[in-house]
Each structure stands twice: as C-alpha cells, then as structure tokens.
C-alpha cells in the first residue's frame, strides 16, 4: 500500500533562512507526489506536484521540491522563509488504485520567527 | 478558481443526533472526498465518490453514510452522532479522467463537536 512519513512534528526557522519539510514515500508504481498547505482554520490549499520529469518542482509561494527516487524522499524546500509560511505542511501520494485518492502524510508545522 | 463550500464553519450536536454536513463544488468535478482531520493523525478519507450516485468506502467509513444525488453536491451523514466523531471535516473535489495528476481543492472545513 502507498504511504508517506514526515518524520518532523514542528519544524522552526528564523526568517530569510532556508526552510524544509522532509517527507518520505513508500510506492509500487510510478510515484504521484503532492505537497499541500493549511493555514489556521482553513482547508488544504495545493502546493505542488510530482509526477514525471525533472527532479526539481516549483511551486506557489516561492516553494519548490526535491524528488530523490533512491532515497525516496520528496522535500518541500524554500531559499528564505517568511513569518507568513507559518502553517502545517502535508504530504501526500496518490494511492495505487484508478481513482484519484490520495494517502497523506501526519503533518508538519512550520513556524518561522521574525 | 475552484470553490469548495461547506455550509457550516462549527457545528455543534449532541450524542445520538444525526447529523448533516453539505459540501457543494462549483467547478463540475467528477470526484469528491470527505475526510477528517485529527491532530497527529493527518487526514483520513471517510467516503468518496467518483460520479452522482456513486460512493466508495475510504479508510474510516464505519459510523458515516454519504450522498451524492447532484454532481455539484456530497453530503457527509453521521447516522447517530457520537463524543468520538468529535473532529474537523474536510471536503474536497478533483477533476478524473486526465491521468493522476489532478489535484484536489479543498473547502474550509467544518469543525463539528458532538456533546
């Protein structure tokens, strides 16, 4: 079965340092990656995706992810960080069957400090 | 842009009640999701549904029952509401049918307590 690990709770950075949120994968298949941003009392807004190509994915926001299939990882990074990314950051893989379900990650919370 | 709505922010009800919660999507999406969303635990799917009339069982369906009688709408029903069903639900929709890329949009959630 498919599924993804953030092994950080919280993650804290000062801002204009480069943040990442780690995640890890586990597939059969070819690997459909998301990563997804919710901002407090909201619901999840779409970041970024993975699907074929280039290793690196840009994104909203200035965010951007690394897929490393070796490792099978799939981080969120961002070369400076804003007090405004504070928010919880998830993960997620698109599972094996042929609808569109996804499998999320637990979260990570972000808090950058100004 | 898409727009996921869920006509309620909070909602409070009591043990044994059953208890509606709507999601209507205006961008002619296909599939739909329930879900909810507990600290520590991420999102979990409840139900979706991939055409009107349609639903499959996600992960947590035991106590939830869904309906989709209009593409635009899915709604989420708790048959006889419990202190554990305490949570945020989250809707959401994506287009099918284009490969697996389709992301999903989300509403705002509803945060239901159940007294």
């Known amino acids: 079965a498919q599924s993804v690990a953030q092994p950080e709770d919280q993650v804290n950075v000062a801002e204009g340092n480069p943040l990442t949120v780690k995640c890890t994968y586990s597939?059969?298949?070819?690997?459909?990656l998301f990563w997804y941003v919710q901002y407090p009392n909201r619901g999840l807004q779409f970041l970024l995706k993975y699907i074929t190509g280039d290793n690196l994915v840009k994104g909203s926001y200035g965010f951007e992810a690394e897929f490393n299939k070796s490792q099978t990882s799939f981080h969120l990074k961002k070369p400076s960080a804003l007090v405004s990314d504070s928010a919880l950051y998830f993960c997620a893989v698109r599972d094996g069957t042929g609808f569109q379900k996804l499998v999320f990650g637990t979260g990570t919370r972000l808090l950058v400090s100004p | 842009d898409v727009k996921v709505t869920q006509s309620s922010r909070y909602l409070v009800k009591r043990t044994g009640e059953k208890v509606f919660l709507e999601c209507v999507q205006d961008?002619?999406?296909?599939?739909m999701f329930w879900y909810r969303q507990d600290p520590g635990l991420g999102l979990r799917l409840i139900y979706f549904s991939y055409d009107v009339k349609m639903k499959e069982k996600g992960d947590i369906p035991e106590g939830y029952s869904v309906s989709r009688e209009k593409k635009e709408r899915f709604s989420l029903i708790l048959e006889s509401a419990s202190t554990n069903q305490t949570s945020m639900y989250l809707c959401a929709s994506s287009l099918s049918g284009r490969g697996p890329d389709q992301p999903q949009h989300f509403g705002d959630g509803t945060r239901l307590s159940i007294l």
């Open positions: 597939v059969s298949g070819n690997p459909y």
């Open positions: 961008m002619d999406h296909e599939n």
